[in-house]
């Protein structure tokens, strides 16, 4: 099986059809519920080649057969050549299993997606209930945007409509802006949810945003949908960085949750909420989304689960001591293993030589490591921090808006009301250049 397909030329019609009739107004709408780049789409649905797995999960979207509309020069195996069972339900028997370099997101008919049972189906049992919150945490690329995806998934097999959004994409200056924010909010899900936005009927300044928003989903959000509706607010983190909107809008999300208990309208909605960091915003306990519903920590990989993606990339490590060398350098941090093991499995480097290089700008992990360091030299108060906690082998105490966006970064972890470093690797790195970065910053300040 290739690792690209094509539309054919003369199915390009019937494939930008399925995009209205599948209810998708937009090819962006689509990148969006399946997860991929619209840049990906756009060349789909152009006739351009895609990765395998990409076209076939588009087709599936689309309730298009593969089959039929690919651009094949060859005979397509009856062979079934997923060896995970717990696979065959997001994926076709035929499907390519030959791994794409881990970036991102993991796709929804990736073999190489390891499960978190039992934590997977205990979210999709909590949506099912009226009114849910579900609250997930983790820093940056511990997967929490690849569980999102499969449970707004579940959801949809459930029949229920799904709404996603990343608070990231929002401009900063809707951000700061209580009652621009919640517009854009609305305005949003009204579009994914393929509705006029009729903001300006349900918007009054005298009754103020937080009311006006509120009616707008009880008075019709959620009266025009016959369905229950998952919203997902990813990167929810972003708004902390907003004290003053912070302390309006995630009032107004425990409040949605406290009208589900009374109000069978609200009953329809599920909250789930994704964020990076613990919250610094003060709120009262009764005003905060964060002590209520079910709470969902992703964790790093323990070395059994290692074993089972280099498992599923074909690497013998049955004895455990390849996994449990990696887990000494990068602690089982999900993005990091996925990386490590894709090389390996590539046969283009070896475990000795990967720790060996792994922590130097000619590692594997160099853009990465790079990427962090750039935002350190921009910020010369979080540099001074992290080298404080690079540099000890104790628990170091933080102020907490500094801890917030180091801890966000992934760069550490908390320990009680102190941090350590998250892996040895970041510590290995950042204890050298951050000494040259601080002493750069000095220099600069005293001239």
């Given at each position: 099986m290739p690792r690209s397909l094509r539309v054919q030329q003369n199915y390009l019609d019937k494939a930008k059809l399925a995009l209205i009739r599948n209810g998708f107004p937009s090819q962006r709408s689509l990148a969006e519920d399946a997860g991929f780049a619209l840049a990906t789409v756009s060349n789909f649905l152009t006739g351009k080649p895609v990765d395998y797995v990409i076209f076939e999960e588009l087709c599936r979207k689309l309730a298009l057969d593969w089959r039929e509309i690919a651009n094949l020069d060859f005979e397509v195996s009856s062979?079934?050549?997923?060896?995970?069972?717990?696979?065959?339900?997001?994926?076709?028997?035929?499907?390519?299993?030959?791994?794409?370099?881990?970036?991102?997101?993991?796709?929804?008919?990736?073999?190489?997606?390891?499960?978190?049972?039992?934590?997977?189906?205990?979210?999709?049992?909590?949506?099912?209930?009226?009114?849910?919150?579900?609250?997930?945490?983790?820093?940056?690329?511990?997967?929490?945007?690849?569980?999102?995806?499969?449970?707004?998934?579940?959801?949809?097999?459930?029949?229920?409509?799904?709404?996603?959004?990343?608070?990231?994409?929002?401009?900063?200056?809707?951000?700061?802006?209580?009652?621009?924010?919640?517009?854009?909010?609305?305005?949003?899900?009204?579009?994914?949810?393929?509705?006029?936005?009729?903001?300006?009927?349900?918007?009054?300044?005298?009754?103020?945003?937080?009311?006006?928003?509120?009616?707008?989903?009880?008075?019709?959000?959620?009266?025009?949908?016959?369905?229950?509706?998952?919203?997902?607010?990813?990167?929810?983190?972003?708004?902390?960085?907003?004290?003053?909107?912070?302390?309006?809008?995630?009032?107004?999300?425990?409040?949605?949750?406290?009208?589900?208990?009374?109000?069978?309208?609200?009953q329809k909605l599920r909250l789930i909420v994704v964020h990076s960091t613990e919250i610094y915003v003060p709120l009262q306990l009764n005003q905060s989304p964060f002590n209520v519903g079910l709470p969902i920590q992703l964790n790093a990989f323990s070395q059994e689960e290692v074993q089972q993606l280099a498992q599923r990339y074909e690497l013998d490590w049955s004895d455990g001591d390849e996994a449990r060398q990696l887990m000494d350098l990068i602690g089982g941090h999900p993005s990091l293993v996925h990386t490590a093991i894709y090389h390996l499995s590539q046969r283009e480097i070896t475990l000795e030589h990967l720790l060996e290089t792994a922590p130097t700008a000619t590692g594997i992990y160099s853009h990465h490591l790079q990427r962090h360091l750039v935002i350190l030299q921009e910020r010369p108060e979080l540099a001074k921090s992290l080298n404080c906690v690079m540099c000890t082998t104790e628990p170091v105490a933080l102020e907490a808006i500094v801890a917030y966006k180091l801890s966000s970064m992934g760069l550490i972890k908390q320990l009680g009301n102190k941090v350590v470093p998250s892996c040895e690797l970041y510590r290995q790195f950042y204890v050298t250049t951050l000494m040259d970065t601080i002493s750069e910053c000095n220099t600069f300040l005293s001239n």
């Open positions: 062979q079934s050549i997923d060896k995970n069972p717990k696979i065959s339900e997001l994926s076709d028997a035929n499907q390519d299993t030959s791994p794409l370099y881990p970036n991102g997101s993991v796709p929804l008919a990736s073999p190489f997606y390891l499960e978190r049972a039992p934590l997977e189906e205990q979210v999709y049992q909590e949506i099912r209930k009226p009114g849910a919150l579900v609250r997930i945490k983790a820093p940056r690329e511990m997967g929490k945007t690849s569980l999102l995806m499969r449970i707004l998934d579940s959801a949809k097999r459930q029949g229920y409509r799904t709404v996603s959004l990343n608070l990231e994409q929002v401009d900063r200056v809707i951000l700061s802006n209580l009652n621009q924010f919640l517009r854009w909010l609305c305005a949003n899900i009204a579009r994914q949810l393929q509705l006029e936005a009729k903001l300006d009927e349900y918007w009054d300044e005298d009754l103020g945003s937080k009311i006006s928003c509120t009616s707008y989903f009880e008075e019709y959000l959620l009266t025009s949908i016959e369905t229950p509706l998952v919203l997902a607010l990813d990167e929810v983190n972003q708004i902390f960085e907003h004290p003053q909107v912070a302390k309006d809008f995630l009032p107004l999300l425990r409040s949605w949750y406290e009208e589900a208990k009374t109000l069978l309208v609200w």
